[in-house]
């Protein structure tokens, strides 16, 4: 087997633009990433991402495997990230927040195939909400959460961008822990899913994306 190194290298920027607007607010985001793909001979990854503008984030991650058939990895991770959202009663915004957090988690996964991965992991973070638009909530201050969770991945799609055939689904589950340091304890569900079916030369897509507090409030 003879391997021919890819022309474009091992080293990556990446960047992205969003241009957003509602009835209480405007604004942008702008990142700016760098990827590196040859951390060690087994193929690891390491991502460093900057945004800068309404959202701001900062976020490493690494992509570690484990194997020389790359079917176990860790994922640590470490983020900081200010970003306003939106209060809503009876459909109407009623106010805009502003939640700065920081963070750590890491997880422990496989891969099956080359279309699905296990993985496992906990979530340890800290932050604070303020109400910048409107009434002050009674819930604002600072919060502390911790997490354990496990995400399963399938990924048949022939083209991430633009699908022409094929189904991408991901299920999560989320459950606070006060052995972590949680302030409240509540156990979520999120589901996205992405289904494409080739029609001659052209397809027809959809999506769902469903999160759900199955049990607890979370905050």
Do not use: C
Not at 129 to 134: A, Q, S, Y
Not at 144 to 161: M, P
Not at 196 to 214: C, E, F, H
């Amino acid at each position: 087997l003879y391997v021919r190194q890819d022309a474009r290298g091992t080293n990556y920027l990446e960047w992205g633009l969003d241009l957003f607007a509602d009835d209480l607010t405007n604004g942008f985001n702008l990142r700016l990433g760098y990827l590196k793909t040859d951390l060690d001979d087994l193929g690891s990854e390491l991502r460093v991402m900057g945004q800068l503008g309404r959202d701001s984030q900062l976020v490493f991650d690494l992509y570690k495997y484990l194997d020389k058939s790359a079917k176990y990895f860790i994922l640590p991770r470490a983020f900081a990230e200010t970003r306003e959202f939106n209060e809503f009663i009876d459909g109407e915004a009623s106010s805009v927040n502003e939640l700065e957090q920081y963070g750590i988690d890491v997880a422990l996964g496989r891969e099956f195939s080359r279309h699905a991965a296990l993985s496992a992991g906990l979530r340890v973070y800290t932050g604070s909400v303020d109400t910048l638009i409107g009434e002050p909530d009674p819930d604002d201050g600072a919060y502390d959460a911790g997490e354990y969770f496990l995400d399963w991945t399938y990924d048949r799609l022939d083209n991430r961008y633009l699908p022409h055939d094929g189904i991408f689904y991901r299920l999560g589950y989320y459950g606070s822990a006060d052995w972590l340091g949680s302030n409240d304890d509540y156990d979520q569900l999120q589901l996205t899913g992405v289904w494409s079916k080739a029609l001659g030369r052209r397809s027809l897509t959809g999506g769902v994306s469903v999160d759900a507090t199955i049990d607890g409030v979370a905050p």
